[in-house]
């Protein structure tokens, strides 16, 4: 799936358009070493990331462990989820209410059992608020050499030009731009992805 190679293309310091990045601190280093984690949102458009990210990361020597954060509202019974335990047996799934703003740090770390991971990709945040705050504060906490946010094309003001530069004004207003804008306050190692319709196998686009 060419989401894949794009998102991974950041851990190899390629340089595309298809990225906004925050500078990143002399700390984060672009090998990639130990736990990755994935917070997943419940499906839609963007379902599907998790599930192929993992499955291409388990071929990388470089990764110790792989943890899906999965929303709880997920259904279980549709792709990509019910495939989980098939394709990806030695991923571990945590589920979490990702869609309640009363999520908290704390909460996190007890689902994770304490644990922490050097390399984030964040499929279900939506703004810096709830679930979404949690998730880059105790990512903050972890030190993390990258976190891949994948948001939306919806934060651009598009006009007439077609295709639409990455230049394009975005929405200021918009839940992922003031995450993104969130994550660089905290001086994570950002890398925004802002895809617009996503089609590949077990994804809602795909026959």
Known sequence: MRIIVLLTAALVGAS???FVTAPIAARASTSLDAAALIIQNKGGGHG?????LAKYLREKSEIDSITILQ???CKDTKEPFKSYSADLPDVKIIKAPLGNDDLTVKDLQSLLE????DYIWDNASKKP???GKACADIAKSWDPKLYVYVSSAGVYQPDETFPMPETTP???SAGQAQ???YCVEQDL???SFRPQYIYGEKSNKFD
């Open 16 to 18: 595309t358009n298809a």
């Open 48 to 52: 599907e990331i998790g599930y192929q």
């Open 71 to 73: 929303d709880d509202a």
């Open 114 to 117: 304490g644990a922490s991971f």
């Open 129 to 131: 608020e709830g679930a």
């Open 170 to 172: 975005i929405k200021e």
């Open 179 to 181: 995450f993104e804008s």
């Open 189 to 191: 190692p950002l890398v």
